[in-house]
């Protein structure tokens, strides 16, 4: 069945430090693929979306690639902040569904 | 406009008992679904509803029940609770499918349940 594997965490990093978090999926077909954050205390929210292979999704800074020959959707940053302390979460969307991985914790220190 | 409401934020309950929690959608949004996020387990998949009819349901014990009203709003039971249900349960609401790109997710700040 679909699915998805996301690197595990805690990742730990430096601010202005470069991130990545990797993700990959397995699906029938060619779903939408999302990355979703949740601060400390509150509940997921969506960051970035792509919908179709080479399209890349952005916000707040963050990037990712949909990238149809390696089934991945990596998530990249180039300078991260103490306030981009979050659990990350890649996600893909197929026919009514959404499954989530188990999301990355990212701790950022100043 | 207003956001997804769950209530209340944090219960404690005892081995045994049932409780109930409340989640109130995004006006105008028609799916409610419901998650399970532990740090062993991370986000699991409860169900989900849609216009009062539950149209997907994830691989949990019948204990775990849930409905919709009319007005979209949604309530999901826990009865004879066990220690592993301690949890933060998250509601999310979406327009009509969940998650897709059309009609993303948007989550609550969840209801932190602790059973002693």
């Known amino acids: 069945g679909d699915s998805v594997t996301q690197m595990e965490g805690p990742v730990t990093l430096s601010e202005e430090a470069f991130l990545t978090i990797n993700c990959t999926y397995t699906?029938?077909?060619?779903?939408?693929l999302f990355w979703y954050v949740q601060y400390p205390g509150e509940g997921l929210q969506l960051l970035l979306k792509?919908?179709?292979?080479?399209d890349k999704g952005s916000n707040k800074g963050f990037e990712a690639t949909y990238r149809k020959e390696t089934t991945s959707f990596h998530l990249e940053k180039g300078s991260v902040q103490v306030s981009d302390s979050a659990v990350y979460f890649c996600?893909?969307?197929?026919?009514?569904?959404?499954?989530f991985g188990k999301g990355t914790r990212l701790h950022i220190l100043p | 406009k207003a956001g997804v409401t769950q209530t209340p934020r944090y219960l404690i309950k005892t081995r045994g008992q049932q409780v109930t929690l409340s989640c109130s959608p995004i006006?105008?949004?028609?799916?409610v679904s419901w998650y399970q996020q532990t740090p062993g387990q991370g986000l699991q998949f409860l169900f989900e509803?849609?216009?009062?009819?539950?149209?997907n349901k994830g691989n949990f014990p019948g204990r775990f029940s849930g409905r919709q009203f009319s007005n979209s709003r949604s309530e999901m039971n826990v009865s004879t609770l066990e220690l592993g249900d301690s949890a933060l349960y998250l509601c999310?609401?979406?327009?009509?499918?969940?998650?897709?790109?059309?009609?993303?997710?948007?989550f609550g700040n969840g209801t932190r349940l602790t059973v002693t």
């Open positions: 999310a609401s979406s327009l009509v499918f969940p998650g897709t790109v059309d009609s993303p997710l948007h």
């Open positions: 699906a029938t077909g060619y779903p939408s």
């Open positions: 792509a919908t179709k292979a080479d």
């Open positions: 996600a893909l969307s197929a026919g009514d569904k959404i499954i």
């Open positions: 006006s105008g949004h028609r799916s």
């Open positions: 509803y849609f216009s009062e009819t539950q149209r």
